[in-house]
């Protein structure tokens, strides 16, 4: 399987796309309600539709809730060996806002995480999974965390990575055995556990790489946002990119039956610049052109309907 297309737009013969079903995460027998119906022609399977921040075009799969449990997610969806050649081509166009995300992303792990973690900092360890062009491992070095590490699938992305931490990325799509056995005190990621197909796997890959009292921070839309009862299926959290859809109960419930001891689940405000939120909003992107620069660099702080999660790996093993 190829991917045919230029540099910048490569696309999946739309013949060759094969979808498979989802499953509940967490019910056997799940009681699958239909909530939107799957707006997407299979020729939205590009590169460009699987790139970070990306202009929407509110492409979705079939969106369906489980009534047992509450769980949002796609269904059916792209297999994994091709949603992983389009996350490979994906592109690298976030520059602008790139810093903006660094700094709550650190915020976070400043305030939610390094409280949990005991002894000095230089000493320790952190993982970020899906670290685009390393930006936010830039700012980690920053806290003189001095053993930081990135995976990340997108070549244009790694290409794209400053000299800082170049060296500290692993272009590749996330794997346990990419590790050879290191632990990390600390992994971070964000905006990746609505994109990926098997969520139960990641937490425990995420788990299997963790030192005993070490610390997993995830971020994702949160499906009981504000913005999604409003907009409904024109919000961006029903997207093509995204697999299984998170509130706080079901994040929160993930990470327990993972194993991790739950320390918060909660929203958290994301600063922007006005330009940024507007293309994010469907009615009015096209808008935002005619705006001055001056307006649309304003850094503005919203709660966006964004959630993170900090879960604690147990020191010893519990044993039934
Ligand atoms: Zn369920």
Partial sequence: MELQGTDTNYSMNSTDITFVETKCLFCAESSDKLLYPMKLEKTDFNAYAFSARRKRKREHYRILV????????????IEKEQLDLLYGESQFIYSEEAPFAAETYLQLLQEKVIPYIEGDLKNKT??????????????????????????????????????????????DVFRVETFQGKKFDMICSFHV??????????????????????????????????????????????????????????????????????????????????????????????????????LKNIPLPVKAGNIYAVGKKPCRRKYS
Wanted: net charge negative; aromatic share 8%.
């Fill in 193 to 294: 556990l609505d994109h990926v197909p098997d969520p139960k796997q990641t937490l425990a890959d995420v788990m299997e790489l963790l030192s005993p009292g070490g610390c997993v921070l995830l971020a994702c839309h949160d499906v009981e946002s504000w913005s999604v009862k409003l907009m409904k299926d024109h919000t961006p959290i029903f997207d093509i990119e995204h697999i299984y859809l998170f509130s706080k109960n079901t994040l929160s419930r993930l990470m327990s039956e993972a194993g991790f001891e739950v320390v918060e689940v909660s929203s958290y405000t994301n600063t922007y610049p006005l330009g940024y939120w507007l293309r994010m909003m469907p009615v009015v992107s096209g808008l935002v052109q005619f705006l001055p620069k001056s």
């Fill in 126 to 171: 952190l993982l970020e999974i899906g670290c685009g062009n390393g930006f936010f491992l830039e700012n980690a070095l920053e806290l003189e965390i001095n053993d930081v590490t990135g995976i990340e699938p997108s070549r244009s992305c790694y290409e794209n990575a400053s000299g800082k931490v170049k060296k500290n990325i692993i272009n």
């Fill in 66 to 77: 489980c009534e047992k449990c509450g769980l949002v997610r796609s269904d059916p969806v």
